[in-house]
């Protein structure tokens, strides 16, 4: 791609939003970007602004989900996926260079886009009295992590991914580049956040409450850091950044309550095993489904560390076309995607592969049961979820089961949450397992903060007012078996969110081979399960294959062996 559509893309992407149709036709590009455009603050701020707005953009969620999500066990194909060769493809495990979603233009625009903040900002602040230096360090910090944001999803998609920090907006700058392991570009990726972490902002004014987390704040640096240390198996650093960020809503959990003087429904919850989680039961404890609400319905809540924000109340702002395309809408329901059989089942044949027992609130809130056959994804695509126990019986909760209406084809407003305080309370479980004894004469205290965590996350969802229906510890004393649970538990709570996949991968680079991810994809498939079988049992196919335009374009970049013709070696 050429460098000046790049940066024409940022600009682009920003226009609706600060008013700049007829931008472009004034001057050529390079004499708009030197001359015209970097001289005041807002134009800094319109270019931040545009890289939302391209994160924000369909092609980029959905590539969120296809790559986080799609070829795991929690999905399988919806309505018309025949229309769609792509779709039809990955759902098959028959995954080509040709394939669509291979495409990654619109990470590495937001990424240029973020490397021409991080190099320009400071001339502006030059020219520009009111831009203080606190402000520009704020506004580096954010463009960091934004284009740390993006790697990080590339490299947890393809591994290796050509790597660069310098802006591109000249013809005769080269972008060709070869690609950088993914462990360099993890390390620096680190070593940048870890750089600007304290310059970001921590809490944006009360006048803007969406900023708060649809923007990068401080919390979301140190969620991004909690993760990326899991992946780089530090876990010593990934629980040191989960505890900033669960001291962090702790600490806002107190504000509020001392500001209104105790519990408020709504407002102040109660805390759950001591953690600040929003409570999914109303009052009396005879209805659940309000963190449901809270969370993905009215979006940006308490729990919230960072989110892609559309306006719900105004039509003429971007939708979320990726939810509305892919999990369903009010025309199409299901959409191109619905819930692996198993799951949509696991209640009803009382099977209990995902969900502990028909009192986990989440089997419903994820999703929609119809029939013995027919199941929806619920989570992002309705206004509601909710269980009204006073409706149900003691062995079927389902007469008590209301979901919401599905929203308008093309007018989804569900925020897309890349972070949310349960996520990383399960990150930190995750990395307390793996800080285990292999053995031990008792209990590690590891394995007990691992099940704490799990716990209170687990009870939130658990509508059982007997107590009978709790997870019991003593089952999950060992590393192996906390291994197992937080992986189930993530899978319950986080499910369709865009993490599964990534979940899956980072398991099998731990493990060093992908058996267990094998044995969990492959309980969605009902045919060609031996073919899945042989193509995953390579750790190189768990990734995606470089598209073909970029190797083309790009004589540096050298393909995947898993979809390279007729090769058969491995990078690992």
């Given at each position: 791609?050429?460098?000046?559509?790049?940066?024409?893309?940022?600009?682009?992407?920003?226009?609706?939003?600060?008013?700049?149709?007829?931008?472009?036709?004034?001057?050529?590009?390079?004499?708009?970007?030197?001359?015209?455009?970097?001289?005041?603050?807002?134009?800094?701020?319109?270019?931040?602004?545009?890289?939302?707005?391209?994160?924000?953009?369909?092609?980029?969620?959905?590539?969120?989900?296809?790559?986080?999500?799609?070829?795991?066990?929690?999905?399988?194909?919806?309505?018309?996926?025949?229309?769609?060769?792509?779709?039809?493809?990955?759902?098959?495990?028959?995954?080509?260079?040709?394939?669509?979603?291979?495409?990654?233009?619109?990470?590495?625009?937001?990424?240029?886009?973020?490397?021409?903040?991080?190099?320009?900002?400071?001339?502006?602040?030059?020219?520009?009295?009111?831009?203080?230096?606190?402000?520009?360090r704020a506004t580096i910090a954010e463009a960091t992590a934004l284009r740390s944001l993006c790697y990080f999803y590339l490299i947890r998609a393809f591994r290796d991914v050509p790597y660069t920090t310098e802006a591109y907006m000249?013809?005769?700058?080269?972008?060709?580049?070869?690609?950088?392991?993914?462990?360099?570009?993890?390390?620096?990726?680190?070593?940048?956040?870890?750089s600007i972490q304290n310059d970001a902002v921590k809490i944006y004014p009360e006048t803007d409450p969406l900023y708060q987390t649809g923007r990068i704040t401080q919390e979301a640096i140190h969620a991004m850091l909690c993760e990326?240390?899991?992946?780089?198996?530090?876990?010593?650093?990934?629980?040191?950044?989960?505890?900033?960020?669960?001291?962090?809503?702790?600490?806002?959990?107190?504000?509020?309550?001392?500001?209104?003087?105790?519990?408020?429904?709504?407002?102040?919850d109660e805390l759950v095993e001591g953690y600040p989680l929003i409570s999914d039961a109303n009052s009396t404890r005879t209805t659940y489904g309000s963190a449901y609400t809270q969370i993905f319905v009215n979006g940006n809540s308490?729990?919230?560390?960072?989110?892609?924000?559309?306006?719900?109340?105004?039509?003429?702002?971007?939708?979320?076309?990726?939810?509305?395309?892919?999990?369903?809408?009010?025309?199409?329901?299901?959409?191109?995607?619905?819930?692996?059989?198993?799951?949509?089942?696991?209640?009803?044949?009382?099977?209990?592969?995902?969900?502990?027992?028909?009192?986990?609130?989440?089997?419903?809130?994820?999703?929609?049961?119809?029939?013995?056959?027919?199941?929806?994804?619920?989570?992002?695509?309705?206004?509601?979820?909710?269980?009204?126990?006073?409706?149900?019986?003691?062995?079927?909760?389902?007469?008590?089961?209301?979901?919401?209406?599905?929203?308008?084809?093309?007018?989804?407003?569900?925020?897309?949450?890349?972070?949310?305080?349960?996520?990383?309370?399960?990150?930190?479980?995750?990395?307390?397992?793996?800080?285990?004894?292999?053995?031990?004469?008792?209990?590690?205290?590891?394995?007990?903060?691992?099940?704490?965590?799990?716990?209170?996350?687990?009870?939130?969802?658990?509508?059982?007012?007997?107590?009978?229906?709790?997870?019991?510890?003593?089952?999950?004393?060992?590393?192996?078996?906390?291994?197992?649970?937080?992986?189930?538990?993530?899978?319950?709570?986080?499910?369709?969110?865009?993490?599964?996949?990534?979940?899956?991968?980072?398991?099998?680079?731990?493990?060093?081979?992908?058996?267990?991810?094998?044995?969990?994809?492959?309980?969605?498939?009902?045919?060609?399960?031996?073919?899945?079988?042989?193509?995953?049992?390579?750790?190189?196919?768990?990734?995606?294959?470089?598209?073909?335009?970029?190797?083309?374009?790009?004589?540096?970049?050298?393909?995947?062996?898993?979809?390279?013709?007729?090769?058969?070696?491995?990078?690992?």
């Open positions: 791609m050429k460098a000046y559509k790049i940066f024409a893309t940022a600009l682009l992407a920003a226009c609706p939003l600060v008013g700049c149709e007829d931008f472009l036709n004034l001057k050529p590009l390079n004499d708009i970007v030197l001359e015209n455009f970097w001289n005041e603050k807002s134009d800094v701020d319109n270019m931040i602004s545009g890289c939302y707005s391209t994160m924000q953009s369909r092609d980029f969620v959905e590539r969120l989900m296809v790559w986080g999500e799609v070829r795991s066990d929690n999905i399988v194909a919806g309505n018309n996926v025949n229309g769609n060769v792509d779709y039809s493809n990955i759902f098959q495990e028959n995954l080509r260079e040709n394939n669509g979603f291979t495409k990654w233009d619109k990470f590495y625009s937001v990424i240029n886009s973020c490397n021409l903040i991080i190099q320009y900002a400071p001339q502006v602040a030059q020219k520009s009295p009111d831009y203080t230096q606190s402000a520009l000249d013809d005769n700058q080269t972008m060709a580049l070869p690609a950088s392991k993914f462990e360099d570009i993890l390390n620096a990726l680190i070593a940048d956040l870890e990326m240390y899991l992946w780089k198996e530090d876990y010593a650093k990934c629980v040191y950044y989960a505890d900033l960020v669960i001291q962090s809503k702790m600490d806002k959990y107190n504000e509020k309550y001392q500001r209104y003087g105790g519990i408020v429904t709504g407002v102040v308490s729990e919230s560390i960072f989110e892609l924000t559309y306006m719900k109340d105004n039509d003429n702002m971007l939708s979320n076309g990726a939810v509305s395309y892919c999990y369903g809408n009010d025309v199409t329901f299901p959409g191109l995607y619905r819930p692996a059989d198993f799951i949509g089942s696991d209640v009803s044949d009382k099977s209990f592969q995902v969900f502990t027992s028909m009192y986990d609130t989440r089997a419903y809130e994820n999703v929609q049961s119809n029939s013995d056959t027919d199941f929806r994804i619920n989570k992002y695509t309705t206004d509601g979820a909710s269980i009204d126990l006073t409706k149900a019986t003691s062995d079927d909760l389902t007469g008590g089961v209301t979901h919401g209406t599905p929203y308008r084809e093309k007018y989804c407003k569900a925020n897309w949450i890349v972070y949310r305080l349960t996520d990383i309370m399960l990150l930190k479980a995750e990395a307390l397992a793996q800080m285990a004894p292999e053995e031990s004469a008792t209990k590690p205290s590891e394995i007990s903060q691992a099940f704490k965590l799990v716990n209170s996350v687990n009870l939130r969802s658990n509508c059982d007012r007997t107590g009978m229906q709790k997870l019991d510890s003593n089952m999950y004393t060992t590393k192996a078996t906390m291994q197992n649970l937080v992986m189930e538990e993530r899978q319950r709570e986080l499910m369709f969110e865009g993490k599964r996949w990534f979940d899956l991968v980072r398991r099998a680079r731990r493990d060093g081979n992908t058996e267990y991810l094998v044995n969990q994809v492959t309980r969605k498939y009902t045919t060609n399960i031996t073919a899945v079988e042989s193509k995953l049992s390579k750790m190189d196919a768990i990734y995606w294959p470089y598209n073909e335009n970029e190797l083309d374009v790009n004589p540096y970049l050298v393909q995947n062996p898993a979809f390279a013709i007729g090769e058969s070696t491995t990078i690992e």
